[in-house]
């Protein structure tokens, strides 16, 4: 979900940049991380590869792939679970995974 929104984010982010008359801005340029606890996400980045086992991801995952890559900007990397913020956004969390996150995040 979080590429979905992140695309439109670059293109308002080049947008801006010329209609304020700023030197061309291309994907390459305005790097973006997605930071991703799933290793099955980041296996699908990192080997593009279709099986009988993925072949119903093909739509969301030629969306994916197409949009990834040192060459447009996008870059997956891998973060473990305990230390992945979105979580708190997300879903419910037990009290000491909730604790770790909440201090990555205010501080205390």
């Known amino acids: 979900m979080s590429m979905r ?7 308002l982010l080049k947008e801006i ?3 304020l008359h700023m030197p061309v801005i291309t994907d390459s340029l305005v790097r973006s991380t997605v930071f ?22 093909a739509l ?10 040192e060459s447009k900007g996008i870059v997956a990397k891998y973060i473990p679970t305990l230390e992945q913020r979105a979580d708190i956004f997300t879903k ?5 995974q ?11």
Not at 38 to 57: D, E, F, H, I, T
Not at 60 to 65: D, I, S, W
């Open 5 to 11: 929104e992140l695309l439109p984010m670059r293109a």
């Open 17 to 19: 940049g010329n209609k």
């Open 36 to 57: 991703e606890d799933n290793q099955g996400c980041l296996s699908l980045v990192n080997v593009p590869k279709m099986s009988a086992r993925n072949k119903y991801l």
């Open 60 to 69: 969301k995952y030629h969306f994916f792939r197409s949009n990834i890559g």
């Open 92 to 96: 419910g969390l037990p009290a000491p």
């Open 98 to 108: 909730f604790a770790v996150i909440r201090k990555l995040l205010m501080g205390w």
